[in-house]
């Protein structure tokens, strides 16, 4: 069935490092792909999202291109801060819901 | 509210107990998702709404998990003898349309973090 994988955490970076999380799927179709992001004593929000391949969803500094020929959509952030401290989900839909991946858990040094 | 709102924010139960979650989805949101998501792990769907009616319960893991929406807005989550496995934080999503299929935003609360003991 559809799946995502993404790179297990938690990951560690000083501030300013750049960043990448990794991400791929198993999906039959053309699905649409999500990164959520889930903040400390928040819910769940949508990052950014892409609905067909070569598409780059970007949002807050963060971008992630729909790669269909590696069927991957990796996160990535130049300049990474301490407010960016959270957990990342990597998603897709099939029909009218949402998949998730097990999530990373980014931790972010000043 | 402006968000999807979800009571209780906690719930301590004990194992055999039956236990309701409520959801009240954006105004005018159609579609409506319940999730679980147990420590460690990423949301998983249980159950999805269009209006009125279960359009997707492929998720619910046992006859002991139920939901319903009667008036195509606010819905309850129910869950009969719970069991200690059953502990985890439960999400509603709302969204408008068809929800993800068209590519709209799916709008989540905060969640009902359940315990069973």
């Known amino acids: 069935g559809d799946s995502v994988t993404q790179m297990e955490g938690p990951v560690t970076l000083s501030e300013e490092a750049f960043l990448t999380i990794n991400c791929t799927y198993t999906a039959t179709g053309y699905p649409s792909l999500f990164w959520y992001v889930q903040y400390p004593g928040e819910g769940l929000q949508l990052l950014l999202k892409a609905t067909k391949a070569d598409d780059k969803g970007s949002n807050k500094g963060f971008e992630a291109t729909y790669r269909k020929e590696t069927t991957s959509f990796h996160l990535e952030k130049g300049s990474v801060q301490v407010s960016d401290s959270a957990v990342y989900f990597c998603?897709?839909?099939?029909?009218?819901?949402?998949?998730f991946g097990k999530g990373t858990r980014l931790h972010i040094l000043p | 509210g402006a968000g999807v709102s979800q009571t209780p924010s906690n719930k301590v139960t004990e194992k055999g107990k039956y236990v309701e979650l409520r959801c009240d989805p954006i105004?005018?949101?159609?579609?409506l998702y319940w999730y679980r998501q147990s420590l460690g792990q990423g949301p998983e769907f249980l159950i999805y709404?269009?209006?009125?009616?279960?359009?997707?319960d492929s998720g619910l893991p046992n006859d002991r998990f139920f939901a319903v929406r009667p008036e195509g807005s606010v819905s309850t989550l129910k869950i009969q003898r719970t069991e200690r496995g059953d502990s985890a934080v439960y999400l509603c999503?709302?969204?408008?349309?068809?929800?993800?299929?068209?590519?709209?935003?799916?709008?989540f609360g905060e969640g009902s973090w359940l315990t069973v003991v």
């Open positions: 105004s005018g949101h159609t579609a």
């Open positions: 709404f269009q209006g009125t009616g279960a359009a997707d």
């Open positions: 999503a709302s969204s408008p349309g068809r929800g993800a299929r068209a590519g709209n935003t799916i709008y």
């Open positions: 998603a897709l839909n099939r029909d009218d819901k949402i998949i």
